[in-house]
């Protein structure tokens, strides 16, 4: 069974600085998604980022890039130039869907991030 | 365009007692999930439908959960009788045909007393 661990339950940046939520899973697949979303306190559950395993490119969304690690199946988040707004609780996610199906994400138990002036 | 819309947002009830829950999905969105998180633990799969068609359901902890989705468009998560544990935050996800990308709804937050 695939497994999401995310290790860091409560993260704290400065504003307009740099950090790193972490995650590693756990698979026997080849091909599959991996996506971190983002919860505001009370407010809907959004995608961040989303890296399809076959690319080697890590993906990048404005200030938010990931460091994907197939082989060492690690896909972790940094968050450049903090900001008031990116204080939520952060979900690693995984999703293997079969071909031409769509399929359950499999999560983490979420990071905390608090940001500070 | 509408988000996933879920209500109540939040339900309080009594062990014993029935609580219904309800999502709307984005409209067109043949892909409907429910999922639950306890508190302080992961996001866990409840089960998937296809329009109307219950695609997968290892998710459901017991014969006391019902979901039903009308028509293949909303959906509802029925609790009979609720016990303590099964306290949570209720999210439910909708997504298009094909795609892994699932749009999630605020959450239901019910606690059983």
């Known amino acids: 069974a695939q497994t999401v661990t995310q290790s860091q339950p409560e993260m704290s940046v400065q504003e307009a600085e740099t950090v790193t939520l972490s995650c590693t899973y756990d698979?026997?697949?080849?091909?599959?998604?991996l996506f971190w979303y983002k919860q505001p306190p009370s407010r809907q559950m959004i995608l961040v980022i989303r890296?399809?395993?076959?690319?080697?490119q890590n993906a990048t969304e404005n200030r938010f890039s990931v460091n994907f690690q197939k082989a060492a199946k690690s896909f972790s988040l940094k968050i450049s130039d903090s900001q008031l707004g990116d204080a939520a609780m952060y979900f690693c996610?995984?999703?293997?869907?079969?071909?031409?199906?769509?399929?359950?994400?499999?999560f983490g138990t979420g990071t905390r991030l608090q940001v500070t002036l | 365009e509408a988000g996933v819309t879920q209500f109540p947002s939040h339900s309080v009830i009594e062990k014993g007692q029935t609580v219904t829950l309800r999502c709307d999905p984005i409209s067109g969105h043949d892909n409907l999930y429910w999922y639950r998180r306890v508190m302080g633990k992961e996001i866990k799969f409840l089960l998937h439908?296809?329009?109307?068609?219950?695609?997968?359901e290892s998710g459901m902890p017991n014969n006391r959960f019902l979901a039903e989705r009308t028509g293949g468009t909303y959906s509802t998560l029925k609790v009979q009788p609720a016990e303590l544990e099964d306290s949570g935050v209720y999210f439910c996800?909708?997504?298009?045909?094909?795609?892994?990308?699932?749009?999630f709804g605020q959450g239901t937050r019910l606690t059983v007393v």
């Open positions: 996610a995984y999703n293997a869907p079969l071909t031409g199906t769509a399929s359950k994400l499999t």
């Open positions: 439908f296809v329009k109307e068609s219950k695609q997968d």
């Open positions: 698979t026997s697949e080849s091909d599959y998604y």
């Open positions: 996800a909708s997504s298009q045909q094909y795609v892994s990308e699932a749009f």
């Open positions: 890296q399809e395993a076959y690319k080697q």
